[in-house]
Structures are given as structure tokens and as C-alpha cells.
């Protein structure tokens, strides 16, 4: 089986522009999980959702913002970026409960 | 909350040595632990995890790890480290019967010189 897939794989935007970041979980997963990683930092959680409601949230301000679709795809959004939004996006998918497991992320670089 | 502490940011080791990096954690409840590898430039990949039961488990290429609640640790182990090794280790729990939410450590860098 395919493992999670995101897209796209790299991103240069300028402060104060939107950037929409995807990701598809593995075939069978219902939760999708996003982290933020700062350049040499562990992830930091962003958002879960499970059967498309939000489960949890982490300390993010509110330019940040996600979605699940009923194909259990899901979708990052994040507004008016800033230069301290540059990181490696992480998406990670489950059954739901335990074990996630991590796409290849996309790294954002905000100009 | 759940915090992760993971005692050495950096581990250089010569190739066959054994090397432990080591973890300690942080719960009021009951946490499941686990340990991924990020190879440069790459996502994480699930090294091992401990849900319940024996206190060691084993993972992939050779590591194992070993749950001490009383030490509130989860040191990760290798026997003989390869070259192929060197990447950066990140200790995460999750509360049990919680969001899933991963906290993760800071990593430490494993680096397998020949």
C-alpha cells in the first residue's frame, strides 16, 4: 500500500500571502494529523481530525487552520504569512488511535 | 500535559559500537511511547513503539528500546551502528486513550563515523 502523500513537496511564498498544504493518509486511515518543524526542533502538533471533525488542537494562532474531506484527505491552511512560518510541514495518518505515521512533509519557505 | 526530554542533542559513535540515546518523559496519565528516525531532508519513520506489555520492544534495523516507568524513561539501543545509521532519532509520546497529540523530543543527532 502507498504510504501518506503530500503535496507539494517544496513552497516559496512572501509575508503575508496563504498557502494551502495537502496531504492524502494511507488507504484505511481515518485521522490525519498535521506538525509544524522548525529547523532543528522536534514536531511540533498543529491539528487532528477524525472522521472530518477536529480533534485536537495545538497552540497555533488562528492563521492556521485545516480540514478533512470524506475521502479522509485533508487540507493545512495557513494566512498572512510570516518568516516564522518557515518550516517542514508534517502530515501524519492513523486508524485513529496509537500509531501515526509521517509523510514526506513539505517545506515552506516564506520570503 | 506530556513533555519529552531527550538527554544528548548530538552521539558520535565509530561504526560497529553500540550506542544508547536516551529519552525520559513527562505524564500525569498513561502514555504510549515511541521512537522515529528522520533521515536528512525526509519525513519520520516509525522506528518502534511501546503500547503495552513486555517493557522491551523491538523495532526495525536492529534497535530496540526499553520502557522503565519507574524511571519514566525509553532509551533507545543498537547493538552494532552502521553507517547508514546516521540520521536524527526523535523520542514522542501520546496519552493513552487521549487526541493521539505526539509530543515529541528536541532529537539527537546520531553520527556513525568509520
Known amino acids: 500500500d502507498a504510504g501518506v502523500t503530500q503535496s507539494p513537496t517544496h513552497l516559496i511564498k512572501t509575508r503575508g500571502q496563504h498557502v494551502t498544504l495537502r496531504c492524502s493518509p494511507i488507504?484505511?486511515?481515518?485521522?490525519v494529523s498535521w506538525y509544524q518543524q522548525v529547523l532543528g526542533q522536534g514536531p511540533q502538533f498543529i491539528f487532528q481530525?477524525?472522521?472530518?471533525?477536529?480533534?485536537g488542537r495545538g497552540n497555533f494562532p488562528d492563521r492556521f487552520s485545516a480540514r478533512q474531506f470524506p475521502n479522509y484527505s485533508s487540507e493545512l491552511n495557513v494566512n498572512a504569512l510570516l518568516l516564522g512560518d518557515s518550516a517542514l510541514y508534517l502530515c501524519?495518518?492513523?486508524?485513529?488511535?496509537?500509531?501515526?505515521?509521517f509523510g514526506p512533509g513539505t517545506r515552506l519557505l516564506v520570503l | 500535559a506530556q513533555s519529552v526530554t531527550q538527554l544528548d542533542s548530538q552521539v558520535p559513535v565509530f561504526e560497529e559500537a553500540p550506542v544508547e540515546l536516551r529519552c525520559n518523559y513527562s505524564s500525569s496519565v498513561s502514555v504510549y511511547l515511541f521512537w522515529y528516525v528522520q533521515y536528512p531532508n525526509q519525513g519520520l519513520q516509525l522506528l518502534l513503539k511501546?503500547?503495552?506489555?513486555?517493557?522491551l520492544v523491538k523495532g526495525i534495523n536492529g534497535f530496540e528500546a526499553e520502557f522503565n516507568k519507574s524511571q519514566t524513561s525509553f532509551h533507545l539501543r543498537k547493538p552494532s551502528v552502521h553507517i547508514s545509521d546516521t540520521a536524527e532519532y526523535f523520542c514522542a509520546v501520546s496519552a493513552q486513550g487521549g487526541s493521539e497529540k505526539l509530543v515529541f523530543g528536541k532529537g539527537t543527532k546520531l553520527t556513525v563515523n568509520p
Open positions: 511501546y503500547l503495552s506489555g513486555s517493557t
Open positions: 501524519a495518518s492513523s486508524r485513529g488511535w496509537e500509531t501515526q505515521y
Open positions: 488507504s484505511g486511515h481515518k485521522s
Open positions: 481530525y477524525y472522521e472530518k471533525e477536529e480533534r
